[in-house]
């Protein structure tokens, strides 16, 4: 009988599992046993710390619900979302508007609102509106487009963290013949990402500060037009640089105007952006989503999902100190 060696033992599991019939099965397990084993070589991972990321990866997975994505936040916070997300979008057919994450909280089923109906049926907060056009990689108007958006409360939270049974600030829009499309909303807060649950403890003893810049998620699809994930990044926010899911984009960085007389609807702060859709490819039709609607995932009631746990205290305390955080509350629309 061989005896395995640090170095010999990640050969043999490669030849064991060449058996597997699925090519792309195959190539990625080989490969992941080769960076996972060249990890554990590199670190000289102890049985203590091994036990330790089994308990932490348990912990995850505990931590997941139908309302709940605690994996997708693991993989948002080290950067491999927004790597799988930069590299899928390099692969449109066309230049196009870039993508952005879709992150754990989007929902399937969303009402469906006319243009320019208010999406924030609960939340208070101050009125915004978005407005503009969806366009091909030419600039030809796309007619009845379809553009789902979604963002925090005033709060700074999202309506699945508060109550998973109800859904608020989030809403489908259909482009006009001329491809345009007009949301009113609230104007949403820089948030800090669910720190109550094991990935916000590893973002905690890292000492990062947790928090995601202001947002507003769009996903805007056509017949024949590839699907765009991306967002709108509020200008002016402190942490557009250092979006603790690394998300933010320069080139997704909008300004709330006042007074903009190009704005549907008058007397009121707007955003007005353009969105390009690139032609869809067959390989597009095979692409996915760089993250999903918890529920997918995790089968079960939303209904009677826990609410998410508030940031620590001192945490809360000294972002409202340096942000004004709170500020965006209570006020009346
Ligand atoms: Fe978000």
Same mark, same amino acid.
């Given at each position: 009988?061989?005896?395995?060696?640090?170095?010999?033992? /990640?050969?043999?599991?490669?030849?064991?599992?060449?058996?597997?019939?699925?090519? @792309?099965?195959?190539?990625?397990?080989?490969?992941?046993?080769?960076?996972?084993?060249?990890?554990?070589?590199?670190?000289?991972?102890?049985?203590?710390?091994?036990?330790?990321?089994?308990?932490?990866?348990?912990? $995850?997975?505990?931590?997941?619900?139908?309302? !709940?994505?605690?994996?997708?936040?693991?993989?948002?916070?080290?950067?491999?979302?927004?790597?799988?997300?930069?590299?899928?979008?390099?692969?449109?057919?066309?230049?196009? /508007?870039?993508?952005s994450l879709?992150g754990?909280?989007?929902?399937?089923?969303?009402?469906?609102?006319?243009?320019?109906?208010?999406?924030?049926?609960?939340?208070?907060?101050?009125?915004?509106?978005?407005?503009?056009?969806? $366009?091909?990689?030419?600039?030809?108007?796309?007619?009845?487009?379809?553009?789902?958006?979604?963002q925090t409360?005033?709060?700074?939270? +999202?309506?699945?963290?508060?109550?998973?049974?109800?859904?608020?600030? =989030?809403?489908?829009?259909? /482009?006009?013949?001329?491809?345009? +499309?007009?949301? !009113?909303?609230?104007?949403p807060l820089g948030y800090?990402?669910?720190?109550?649950?094991?990935?916000?403890?590893?973002?905690?003893?890292? =000492? =990062?500060?947790?928090?995601r810049p202001a947002h507003i998620h769009f996903?805007?699809?056509?017949?024949?037009?590839?699907?765009?994930?991306t967002a709108l990044y509020i200008?002016?926010d402190?942490h557009l640089?250092?979006d603790?899911?690394?998300g933010a984009?320069?080139?997704l960085v909008a300004?709330?105007?006042?007074?903009?007389?190009?704005?549907?609807?008058?007397?009121?702060?707007?955003? =007005?952006?353009?969105?390009?859709?690139? @032609?869809?490819?067959?390989?597009?039709?095979?692409?996915? @989503?760089?993250?999903?609607?918890?529920?997918?995932?995790?089968?079960?009631?939303?209904?009677?999902?826990?609410?998410?746990?508030?940031?620590?205290?001192?945490?809360?305390?000294?972002?409202?100190?340096?942000?004004?955080?709170?500020?965006?509350?209570? !006020?009346?629309?």
């Amino acid at each position: 009988m061989r005896a395995y060696t640090p170095e010999t033992i /990640t050969d043999a599991v490669i030849e064991q599992m060449s058996s597997t019939t699925d090519p @792309r099965l195959k190539e990625i397990m080989a490969c992941a046993v080769r960076h996972l084993h060249a990890f554990a070589r590199e670190v000289n991972l102890t049985p203590a710390e091994w036990i330790k990321g089994i308990e932490f990866m348990t912990k $995850v997975g505990q931590m997941c619900t139908p309302a !709940r994505q605690e994996f997708i936040l693991l993989s948002d916070t080290i950067g491999l979302s927004a790597l799988v997300n930069i590299m899928h979008d390099k692969t449109k057919v066309e230049a196009a /508007t870039s993508a952005s994450l879709l992150g754990p909280f989007f929902r399937e089923n969303t009402p469906k609102f006319a243009p320019g109906e208010q999406i924030a049926k609960q939340a208070d907060g101050a009125e915004i509106v978005l407005f503009g056009r969806i $366009v091909s990689a030419k600039g030809e108007p796309l007619a009845g487009a379809q553009v789902t958006v979604w963002q925090t409360a005033a709060d700074g939270r +999202y309506d699945i963290q508060t109550d998973a049974s109800t859904m608020d600030c =989030r809403g489908i829009f259909s /482009t006009d013949h001329e491809g345009n +499309y007009l949301v !009113r909303t609230v104007r949403p807060l820089g948030y800090y990402i669910p720190l109550d649950g094991p990935v916000g403890g590893l973002v905690q003893a890292q =000492r =990062r500060h947790g928090m995601r810049p202001a947002h507003i998620h769009f996903l805007i699809s056509a017949p024949g037009y590839r699907e765009l994930t991306t967002a709108l990044y509020i200008a002016g926010d402190d942490h557009l640089e250092d979006d603790v899911v690394f998300g933010a984009s320069g080139d997704l960085v909008a300004e709330i105007k006042a007074g903009d007389p190009a704005c549907p609807i008058s007397g009121l702060p707007s955003i =007005r952006f353009d969105f390009s859709l690139s @032609r869809e490819s067959m390989a597009d039709k095979l692409g996915g @989503r760089v993250g999903a609607d918890p529920g997918q995932i995790t089968a079960g009631d939303v209904s009677t999902a826990k609410p998410y746990g508030g940031a620590p205290a001192d945490m809360a305390a000294e972002a409202a100190g340096k942000k004004g955080i709170l500020s965006g509350l209570f !006020r009346s629309r």
